[in-house]
């Protein structure tokens, strides 16, 4: 079973940082694309990032010069480092993770159960 945990989210005033964490545990061979995704109430879940295997990121125009994606392949973990944080940003956090169970197959997605990020103006 494969499980993704998240930490690192909180109350935080505009202008801060916040460093999030998403740590995949289980049995698998492989994690491919490791990305972060948010949703604010009544908004659709949108892309923050995204790390491939090779560590080549992609960021969403809000995050780009803010946010910064990383990967500890032996850890199993992605972090997000999030600077200047604005009241924009509050919304529920999560990893997506493309993992391959095996080396034969093709990656399938997990999800985390979310971090919340609140920031205060």
């Known amino acids: 079973q494969v499980q993704l945990v998240e930490s690192g989210g909180g109350l935080v005033q505009a202008g801060g940082s916040l460093r999030l964490s998403c740590a995949a545990s289980g049995r698998f061979f492989s994690i491919d694309t490791m990305g972060w995704y948010r949703q604010a109430p009544g908004k659709q879940r949108e892309l923050v990032a995204f790390?491939?295997?090779?560590?080549?990121?992609n960021y969403a125009n809000s995050a780009k010069d803010r946010f910064t994606i990383s990967r500890d392949n032996a850890k199993n973990t992605v972090y997000l480092q999030m600077n200047s944080l604005k009241p924009e940003d509050t919304a529920l956090y999560y990893c997506?993770?493309?993992?391959?169970?095996?080396?034969?197959?093709?990656?399938?997605?997990?999800w985390g159960q979310g971090t919340q990020v609140t920031v205060s103006s």
């Open positions: 790390i491939s295997l090779g560590n080549s990121t």
């Open positions: 997506k993770h493309a993992i391959r169970l095996t080396q034969r197959v093709s990656p399938r997605e997990y």
